[in-house]
């Protein structure tokens, strides 16, 4: 898998330097709500030193399954991922650009996409304690399964039938609601992958069905 970034530090430039915005409103208002919320991932910035190119994909690797390695075998993966960190804090959001083709015919892609995963919403009374604990383990460990979930969605075929209209799926982001447009292509156990009106694939979270257990791993295993 190739990772395209002028050095390893540069892989990760982008992550946290921006808190996601609602967008609209005046200019100025915005560009002030803007540096406000920029303010969010500063506390971070210890742990995103840390996260090389390397590092990254290594952690994500653990969470790919031998059969979805088996199936990339003969590939290369072209990634630019993005992150971003909502501004109460408890929600990342990972922008993936994929872009596969076969490793003797680089100039030909199998296929070009972007997978948006949303982070489950951390549910700590103080998200950022929670992100920075034990030198920012849980941050590391979440954006590496956001990377190996964008990795999966991409290379597993996922497609909606013919017959699946599409809808609009509530998800939850923070401690709000949001909604998004979209088919239903694949489910897994507290989430579900939609491909949007963009065409993009984005895996948002879901609110556990009353009475089931909870979700050993987020990012489990898709069904179609």
Known sequence: MLYPAPNAAGFLAAVLTHALLVQGGRSAEQKARQAEADQVPKPHAPTIATLSAEVLLAAAREHLTQPL????????????????????????????ALRVHAADMPSVARFETTVRVISPPCDAKDPTAHWLAEGGLALKRESASMLAHSIEIAL??????????????????????KMERGQPVATGCAGIVLRTLRDWLMSVPIAPVEGTAKCADPYGRLAE
């Open 69 to 96: 390695l088996e199936a990339g075998r003969g590939l290369v993966v072209q990634m630019e991922p993005r992150y971003a960190l909502a501004p109460d804090g408890r929600t990342l959001v990972l922008d993936n």
């Open 156 to 177: 597993s075929p996922l497609a909606p039938t013919d017959a699946e209209a599409f809808r609009t799926q509530r998800y939850r982001f923070g401690h709000q609601e």
